[in-house]
């Protein structure tokens, strides 16, 4: 089965745009291996918009890789980032154009899904523009799921409507693995919450198999590459991975990857956020409270009897988050508590119960995991 836990890797979009080819592919596969990101489990590198000829062949109808990008055609890229232990990903849109206008995959679905299987893709990102007013949204997503069904290989399909049409409730059904259920985001903490905090209610059309994309993470952007924006501070970044680590989010990466700073690298290899993130149960985050405060309590249910605890301040002034144990299902008669270890430092603070106060500053986060304890 693919996609058990959220899908990780690296996506080209947010750093390079139309400015990919065949070497920016191979020094970010390098890296990836290098730094240590595919032993952390990041193993999709993806190619997004941009990668072919502005038209199809006319001979055979497929879409052919740009040849000063991809001068040796896009095998050769597929089986060097295969050789490197990573898995290869590909672009291509549900409708006649993609949205930087080169061709999309209406009505020639299963012919490209040939394609890319030619490629040796693993994983298929399927975007929304160019849709034709006729044709109906959730089809297109099925007749790609088909196609991909049809085409020979296993391929990850990852959907892109931007949370068109009611996404969550249908796209499953399509033999989507993953789905954004929002629109781009950009590099800026306005975006990274508003995007995050618009899913609440949504969290838990997440679980094993097809999971809630919110999109490829800035972390390590700083406001440079091709999304924009103000750029964030590591706090801000340090916010944006809690907050998608404890979502259930695939784990995109879209900062490049060549020059990621240790702290950042550290922030992305953490080892107890991944491990809320890849938790096999795939359990949604809910939330504990805040529904109407910038100080908000997060909660998880992890395997092994375990609750991660969030508490982030999407607000501009310091704060402190709350939330009452019952609220979890903690009662106070039971005695019981969480003992609780900061997923940041591996520290623990001991048992809590019944009621829970921690100051967060502006924009931060805390993170815990906890384990039923007297
Ligand atoms: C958008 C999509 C982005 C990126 C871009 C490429 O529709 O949401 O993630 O793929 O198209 O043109």
Redo the contacts with the bound molecule.
């Keep these: 089965m693919l996609s058990k836990t959220p899908p990780m890797g690296f996506?080209t979009?947010n750093t390079f745009?139309r400015n990919i080819n065949e070497q920016v592919i191979k020094e970010t596969a390098d890296a990836m291996v290098e730094k240590g990101l595919l032993d952390a489990g990041y193993e999709y590198l993806v190619i997004?918009?941009?990668w072919s000829e502005r038209e199809r062949d006319p001979e055979t109808g497929k879409i052919v890789p740009d040849k000063i990008k991809f001068p040796n055609g896009m095998k050769a890229v597929s089986d060097y980032v295969h050789s490197k232990g990573l898995k290869f990903g590909m672009?291509s849109?549900a409708g006649t154009r993609?949205?930087?206008n080169y061709p999309g995959s209406y009505d020639h679905e299963f012919l490209d899904a040939q394609t890319f299987a030619e490629y040796g893709a693993d994983f298929l990102?399927y975007?929304?523009?160019f849709k034709p007013v006729s044709a109906d949204g959730p089809n297109l997503y099925r007749r790609m799921g088909m196609a991909l069904k049809a085409c020979g290989r296993e391929i990850l399909f990852s959907a892109?409507n931007?949370g068109n049409d009611d996404v969550s409730k249908w796209i499953r059904s399509a033999g989507a693995h993953m789905y954004?259920s929002t629109?781009?985001i950009n590099d800026s903490f306005a975006s990274m919450r508003d995007i995050s905090m618009s899913q609440i209610d949504n969290l838990a059309y997440s679980a094993p198999g097809c999971f809630n994309d919110i999109?490829?993470l800035t972390i390590g952007m700083y406001g440079k590459g091709n999304v924009g924006s103000t750029g964030c501070n590591d706090t801000e970044y340090k916010t944006q991975f809690a907050i998608w680590c404890m979502f259930s989010a695939p784990l995109m990466l879209g900062g490049d990857i060549r020059t990621l700073s240790d702290d950042m690298l550290a922030l992305v290899k953490n080892k107890n956020l991944i491990r809320i993130n890849q938790d096999e149960e795939g359990r949604p985050a809910f939330l504990a409270n805040g529904a109407n405060s910038k100080c908000k309590a997060f909660a998880k249910l992890l395997s092994n009897n375990e609750v991660a605890i969030m508490f982030v301040n999407i607000g501009e002034d310091d704060d402190s988050c709350n939330f009452y144990f019952e609220d979890i299902g903690i009662t106070a008669s039971s005695g019981f508590g969480l003992e609780l270890t900061d997923a940041f430092t591996n520290e623990s603070i001991g048992v809590k119960k019944e009621f829970m106060r921690f100051p967060v500053k502006a924009h931060d986060c805390a993170v815990f995991i906890g384990k039923l304890a007297k």
């Design positions: 996506n979009w745009g997004d918009d941009c672009y849109c993609t949205c930087d990102k975007d929304f523009c892109c931007w954004r629109g781009d999109d490829m």
